[in-house]
T-cell receptor, first 116, second 117 residues
Framework: GAGVSQSPRYKVAKRGQDVALRCDPI?????LFWYQQALGQGPEFLTY????????KSGLPSDRFFAERPEGSVSTLKIQRTQQEDSAVYLC??????????????FGPGTRLLVL | AQSVTQLDSQVPVFEEAPVELRCNYS??????LFWYVQYPNQGLQLLLK??????LVESINGFEAEFNKSQTSFHLRKPSVHISDTAEYFC???????????????FGKGTKLSVKP
Protein backbone atom coordinates (compact mmCIF):
# COMPACT_ATOMS: atom_id res chain seq x y z
CA GLY A 1 0.00 0.00 0.00
CA ALA A 2 0.92 3.66 -0.05
CA GLY A 3 3.49 4.90 2.39
CA VAL A 4 3.59 8.11 4.37
CA SER A 5 3.25 11.13 2.14
CA GLN A 6 4.12 14.75 2.86
CA SER A 7 3.37 17.97 1.06
CA PRO A 8 4.76 20.19 -0.14
CA ARG A 9 8.10 18.53 -0.75
CA TYR A 10 9.82 21.90 -0.88
CA LYS A 11 8.79 25.22 0.59
CA VAL A 12 10.53 28.57 0.39
CA ALA A 13 9.21 31.16 2.80
CA LYS A 14 10.14 34.73 3.55
CA ARG A 15 11.07 35.45 7.14
CA GLY A 16 7.92 36.24 9.09
CA GLN A 17 5.64 34.25 6.83
CA ASP A 18 3.40 31.46 8.19
CA VAL A 19 3.71 27.97 6.69
CA ALA A 20 1.69 24.77 6.94
CA LEU A 21 3.17 21.34 6.29
CA ARG A 22 0.94 18.35 5.69
CA CYS A 23 1.42 14.69 6.54
CA ASP A 24 -0.72 11.81 5.30
CA PRO A 25 0.14 8.74 7.39
CA ILE A 26 -0.33 5.16 6.33
CA UNK A 27 -4.03 4.35 6.54
CA UNK A 28 -5.00 2.95 9.93
CA UNK A 29 -1.83 3.97 11.70
CA UNK A 30 -2.55 5.11 15.22
CA UNK A 31 0.66 6.92 16.04
CA LEU A 32 2.06 9.93 14.23
CA PHE A 33 5.34 11.69 14.92
CA TRP A 34 6.92 14.90 13.62
CA TYR A 35 10.69 15.34 13.53
CA GLN A 36 12.94 18.22 12.47
CA GLN A 37 16.21 17.47 10.67
CA ALA A 38 18.65 20.34 10.40
CA LEU A 39 21.42 20.20 7.82
CA GLY A 40 24.09 17.70 8.82
CA GLN A 41 22.15 16.49 11.84
CA GLY A 42 19.97 13.56 12.72
CA PRO A 43 16.22 14.02 13.04
CA GLU A 44 15.00 15.51 16.33
CA PHE A 45 11.61 14.79 17.86
CA LEU A 46 9.01 17.53 17.79
CA THR A 47 5.64 16.06 18.75
CA TYR A 48 3.58 12.87 18.93
CA UNK A 49 -0.09 12.04 18.34
CA UNK A 50 -2.02 8.95 19.27
CA UNK A 51 -5.09 9.16 17.05
CA UNK A 52 -6.26 12.76 17.45
CA UNK A 53 -4.71 13.30 20.86
CA UNK A 54 -1.42 15.17 21.04
CA UNK A 55 0.26 13.27 23.85
CA UNK A 56 3.70 14.83 23.70
CA LYS A 57 4.77 18.19 22.36
CA SER A 58 7.92 18.52 24.40
CA GLY A 59 10.12 18.83 21.32
CA LEU A 60 8.42 21.85 19.78
CA PRO A 61 11.11 24.56 19.85
CA SER A 62 8.83 27.52 20.46
CA ASP A 63 5.22 28.59 20.67
CA ARG A 64 5.44 29.49 16.98
CA PHE A 65 5.18 25.78 16.23
CA PHE A 66 1.76 24.16 16.33
CA ALA A 67 0.59 20.73 15.22
CA GLU A 68 -2.82 19.17 14.89
CA ARG A 69 -4.45 15.93 13.83
CA PRO A 70 -8.17 16.69 14.23
CA GLU A 71 -9.62 13.47 12.81
CA GLY A 72 -6.86 11.12 13.78
CA SER A 73 -5.45 10.74 10.28
CA VAL A 74 -3.93 13.70 8.39
CA SER A 75 -1.72 15.98 10.43
CA THR A 76 -0.57 19.54 9.86
CA LEU A 77 2.49 21.19 11.32
CA LYS A 78 2.18 24.95 11.31
CA ILE A 79 4.99 27.39 11.86
CA GLN A 80 4.07 30.98 12.48
CA ARG A 81 6.32 33.96 11.79
CA THR A 82 9.06 31.77 10.34
CA GLN A 83 12.67 32.50 11.21
CA GLN A 84 15.85 31.52 9.39
CA GLU A 85 16.67 28.98 12.07
CA ASP A 86 13.46 27.12 11.14
CA SER A 87 15.10 26.06 7.86
CA ALA A 88 15.26 22.27 7.98
CA VAL A 89 13.68 19.11 6.66
CA TYR A 90 10.48 18.27 8.52
CA LEU A 91 9.81 14.55 8.70
CA CYS A 92 6.59 12.80 9.52
CA UNK A 93 6.44 9.18 10.68
CA UNK A 94 3.53 6.90 11.46
CA UNK A 95 3.20 3.65 13.32
CA UNK A 96 0.43 1.07 13.35
CA UNK A 97 0.34 0.75 17.12
CA UNK A 98 1.15 2.96 20.07
CA UNK A 99 4.84 3.04 21.01
CA UNK A 100 4.33 0.73 23.97
CA UNK A 101 3.58 -2.09 21.55
CA UNK A 102 6.89 -1.69 19.72
CA UNK A 103 5.43 -0.21 16.57
CA UNK A 104 7.90 0.43 13.76
CA UNK A 105 7.90 4.02 12.60
CA UNK A 106 7.59 4.54 8.85
CA PHE A 107 8.90 7.84 7.57
CA GLY A 108 7.67 10.11 4.82
CA PRO A 109 10.03 11.81 2.33
CA GLY A 110 10.02 15.04 4.29
CA THR A 111 9.33 18.68 3.52
CA ARG A 112 12.41 20.79 2.97
CA LEU A 113 11.73 24.28 4.33
CA LEU A 114 13.99 27.18 3.45
CA VAL A 115 13.37 30.50 5.18
CA LEU A 116 14.96 33.49 3.49
CA ALA B 1 16.78 10.55 28.74
CA GLN B 2 18.68 8.89 25.96
CA SER B 3 21.45 9.99 23.61
CA VAL B 4 23.16 8.44 20.60
CA THR B 5 26.70 8.92 19.37
CA GLN B 6 27.84 8.03 15.89
CA LEU B 7 31.54 8.71 15.99
CA ASP B 8 32.17 8.61 12.25
CA SER B 9 30.49 11.26 10.14
CA GLN B 10 31.88 9.81 6.91
CA VAL B 11 33.15 6.34 6.02
CA PRO B 12 34.69 5.81 2.59
CA VAL B 13 35.23 2.21 1.57
CA PHE B 14 35.97 0.27 -1.58
CA GLU B 15 33.43 -2.08 -3.10
CA GLU B 16 33.47 -5.63 -1.69
CA ALA B 17 35.36 -4.49 1.41
CA PRO B 18 33.90 -5.00 4.90
CA VAL B 19 32.50 -2.06 6.80
CA GLU B 20 31.52 -1.22 10.37
CA LEU B 21 29.50 1.84 11.31
CA ARG B 22 29.75 2.56 15.01
CA CYS B 23 26.92 3.52 17.31
CA ASN B 24 27.02 4.04 21.05
CA TYR B 25 24.14 5.11 23.22
CA SER B 26 23.45 6.21 26.76
CA UNK B 27 20.24 5.65 28.63
CA UNK B 28 18.99 5.34 32.18
CA UNK B 29 16.35 2.82 31.07
CA UNK B 30 16.20 -0.17 28.77
CA UNK B 31 16.12 0.70 25.09
CA UNK B 32 15.03 -0.47 21.70
CA LEU B 33 17.67 0.10 19.02
CA PHE B 34 17.32 0.85 15.33
CA TRP B 35 19.33 1.54 12.23
CA TYR B 36 17.70 3.63 9.52
CA VAL B 37 19.12 4.25 6.04
CA GLN B 38 18.56 7.29 3.86
CA TYR B 39 19.43 6.90 0.19
CA PRO B 40 20.04 10.09 -1.81
CA ASN B 41 16.84 12.06 -2.28
CA GLN B 42 14.77 9.49 -0.42
CA GLY B 43 13.16 9.23 3.01
CA LEU B 44 14.37 7.28 6.01
CA GLN B 45 13.91 3.52 5.76
CA LEU B 46 14.19 1.06 8.62
CA LEU B 47 17.17 -1.22 8.05
CA LEU B 48 17.01 -3.36 11.18
CA LYS B 49 15.96 -3.21 14.80
CA UNK B 50 16.63 -4.80 18.17
CA UNK B 51 13.67 -5.11 20.51
CA UNK B 52 14.49 -8.18 22.59
CA UNK B 53 15.77 -11.73 22.26
CA UNK B 54 18.83 -12.50 20.16
CA UNK B 55 21.34 -9.69 20.35
CA LEU B 56 22.36 -10.20 16.72
CA VAL B 57 19.88 -8.87 14.19
CA GLU B 58 20.09 -8.96 10.42
CA SER B 59 18.63 -7.10 7.48
CA ILE B 60 17.52 -8.56 4.17
CA ASN B 61 20.40 -6.93 2.28
CA GLY B 62 23.27 -8.40 4.28
CA PHE B 63 23.74 -5.89 7.10
CA GLU B 64 23.83 -7.03 10.70
CA ALA B 65 24.08 -5.32 14.06
CA GLU B 66 24.79 -6.65 17.51
CA PHE B 67 23.40 -5.22 20.71
CA ASN B 68 26.11 -5.09 23.35
CA LYS B 69 24.59 -3.98 26.62
CA SER B 70 27.85 -3.85 28.57
CA GLN B 71 29.44 -1.58 25.98
CA THR B 72 26.18 0.24 25.21
CA SER B 73 26.81 -0.25 21.53
CA PHE B 74 24.87 -1.28 18.45
CA HIS B 75 27.44 -1.28 15.64
CA LEU B 76 26.33 -1.99 12.08
CA ARG B 77 28.42 -4.31 9.94
CA LYS B 78 28.47 -5.75 6.45
CA PRO B 79 31.14 -8.20 5.27
CA SER B 80 31.13 -7.01 1.66
CA VAL B 81 29.60 -3.71 0.52
CA HIS B 82 28.18 -2.76 -2.86
CA ILE B 83 28.04 0.54 -4.68
CA SER B 84 24.30 0.56 -3.99
CA ASP B 85 24.95 0.69 -0.23
CA THR B 86 26.09 4.30 -0.60
CA ALA B 87 23.76 6.21 1.70
CA GLU B 88 23.54 7.90 5.07
CA TYR B 89 22.94 5.62 8.03
CA PHE B 90 21.30 6.73 11.26
CA CYS B 91 21.36 4.89 14.55
CA UNK B 92 18.40 5.54 16.85
CA UNK B 93 17.14 4.50 20.26
CA UNK B 94 13.78 4.54 21.95
CA UNK B 95 13.34 4.22 25.68
CA UNK B 96 11.33 1.20 26.80
CA UNK B 97 10.06 2.66 30.06
CA UNK B 98 8.82 5.99 28.81
CA UNK B 99 5.47 6.04 30.53
CA UNK B 100 3.46 4.85 27.57
CA UNK B 101 2.94 8.17 25.88
CA UNK B 102 6.16 8.75 24.02
CA UNK B 103 8.39 6.25 22.25
CA UNK B 104 9.89 8.91 20.05
CA UNK B 105 13.20 8.02 18.45
CA UNK B 106 16.46 9.67 19.48
CA PHE B 107 18.81 9.75 16.50
CA GLY B 108 22.54 10.04 16.08
CA LYS B 109 23.95 12.57 13.65
CA GLY B 110 24.36 9.99 10.93
CA THR B 111 27.24 8.34 9.08
CA LYS B 112 27.65 8.83 5.36
CA LEU B 113 28.84 5.61 3.78
CA SER B 114 30.52 6.12 0.43
CA VAL B 115 31.32 2.97 -1.53
CA LYS B 116 33.87 3.42 -4.28
CA PRO B 117 34.54 1.09 -7.22
Amino acid sequence: GAGVSQSPRYKVAKRGQDVALRCDPISGHVSLFWYQQALGQGPEFLTYFQNEAQLDKSGLPSDRFFAERPEGSVSTLKIQRTQQEDSAVYLCASSLVPPGLRGTQYFGPGTRLLVL
Amino acid sequence: AQSVTQLDSQVPVFEEAPVELRCNYSSSVSVYLFWYVQYPNQGLQLLLKYLSGSTLVESINGFEAEFNKSQTSFHLRKPSVHISDTAEYFCAVSGVNYGGSQGNLIFGKGTKLSVKP
